[in-house]
């Protein structure tokens, strides 16, 4: 359930026509309702109640500070995969103790300062990482708490870019194989092992390869035990999908039933790391016609309309060819066209939408594009020197720019001449 509804023909967020806000903010804009984030948060959340958990919300879904602020406020800590996440988990007010880092590529700086900021875990994604952050902990005189990300070989069934826990992806250790550096990490000075954690994929519509994944996580503690190694977090990872169309992903309760049934009796504490299915649907782009157009002298007549986003605001579709609904802000009694819905960048892969049935537009139409909070705005680029929209968040009757749209000066930040080029 989302707050994204038509009042009289016209799309309203929670109580604010998006109308309206487009005329004070412009176009192209990220929207992001309050009450969806929150209700999506408590519902997942509250789908774990009754065992020890800490709900980590990934950061690289939607890393907006207001928004990391609000999931704090809620209870929520931070699922981090860079120094710049961090940064901004900290900046949001978000429990340190809270707060677990990610990620197959962390440098020495971003080690020391999850160290210096007294995060919950590092997951370790390699033996090279191990020794790294072993040795950096044991410079500063501190044991760093470590988990290792294993890779359980469960196929997520989902788009081949976003699946993480096969053998063949970058991610995590074989699980085969973790056992090795488990004891190897208990023998050193600068790290204490502290949880074994796991992410398969995104964008899951079941709820049989996380059973599948726990299962083997299950078997793997048991196989530390008896090697003498106790642990006190189970991380879990996200995953868990959304309807951007006709999906049927598993309602978060029914995820957590599932996820608390299999845990039954193991002595530790759950970690989850959501992101799209918490802010996904809470989120939508809102976009302008520039122009419509039709090209013909092909096999067939082909109506294209340009609007002002484009791959770089939503990269989305163009990347892994996924599928975001688009509607009218504004509803006509019209007839319909199908429609390729592209933008202004130089790239033929440049579109939101292909061959879409739409409500004839017109220019200086808005157009909404649903499903957008996750991986929408974290994900936008300035290519073609394009300044990234400005981030919206309405509560009730009220809305805040909570970022400002970039400038073509801020595009140009922190460049200069050199010398040896002026003549
Ligand atoms: C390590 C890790 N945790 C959590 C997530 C969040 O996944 P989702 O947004 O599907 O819940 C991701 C996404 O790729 C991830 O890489």
């Not at 800490?54 to 981090?80: E, P, Q, R, W, Y």
């Not at 939508?284 to 039709?294: D, L, N, R, S």
């Not at 294209?304 to 791959?311: Q, T």
Request: charged content about 25%.
């Amino acid at each position: 359930m989302n707050h994204f509804e038509y009042k009289d023909g016209e799309l309203f967020c929670e109580e604010v026509s998006v109308t309206q806000i487009a005329k004070e903010v412009g176009t192209p804009f990220y929207l992001y309702s309050k009450a969806t984030l929150s209700r999506h948060f408590h519902v997942f959340d509250s789908g774990f109640e009754g065992i020890d958990h800490i709900t980590c919300f990934a950061v690289k879904s939607c890393s907006n500070i207001a928004v990391l602020s609000l999931f704090g406020d809620l209870g929520g800590g931070a699922d981090i995969v860079s120094g710049g996440e961090l940064f901004r988990a900290l900046k949001a007010g978000i429990d340190p103790r809270r707060i677990i880092y990610s990620g197959v590529g962390k440098t020495e700086k971003e080690l020391r300062y999850g160290i210096q900021s007294g995060i919950l875990l590092f997951n370790v994604e390699s033996e090279q990482e191990l020794h790294r952050l072993n040795k950096v902990a044991g410079d500063m005189g501190v044991k760093a708490p470590v988990a290792f990300r294993v890779n359980p070989d469960v196929d997520a069934k989902t788009h081949a870019y976003i699946s993480t826990g096969l053998a063949k992806n970058k991610f995590g250790i074989p699980i085969n194989e973790a056992l090795d550096l488990y004891l190897q990490a208990a023998e050193m000075e600068g790290v204490e092992v502290k949880g074994v954690s796991c992410h398969i994929g995104s964008q899951l519509t079941l709820i049989s390869p996380f059973v599948e994944t726990l299962r083997k996580l299950k078997a793997f503690v048991e196989r530390l035990t008896d090697n003498g190694i106790s642990i006190d977090y189970l991380d879990l990872g996200g995953g868990v999908g959304i309807t951007y169309d006709d999906e049927e992903p598993p309602h978060p309760k029914e995820y957590a039933k599932a996820i608390k049934e299999e845990l039954a009796g193991l002595p530790v504490t759950l970690i989850l790391e959501p992101g799209r299915v918490i802010v996904g649907n809470a989120g939508i782009m809102v976009t302008e016609v520039q122009y419509t157009k039709t090209n013909r002298g092909g096999e067939q007549e082909k109506h294209f309309v340009v609007v002002d986003a484009g791959m770089n605001d939503l990269t989305r579709p163009s990347l892994y060819g996924a599928f975001h609904a688009i509607q009218p802000v504004k509803k006509k009694n019209v007839a319909t066209q199908v429609v390729d819905i592209v933008g202004p960048i130089c790239e033929t892969g440049d579109f939101l939408a292909k061959d879409r049935k739409l409500p004839k537009v017109e220019q200086g139409d808005l157009l909404a594009v649903m499903s957008a909070g996750a991986y929408g705005f974290t994900m936008a680029s300035t290519y073609n020197s394009r300044p990234r929209g400005a981030e919206v968040m309405v509560s009730g009757d009220q809305f805040a720019v909570i970022r400002a749209r970039e400038t073509v000066e801020s595009l140009i930040q922190g460049e200069s001449i050199p010398g040896f080029l002026e003549s």
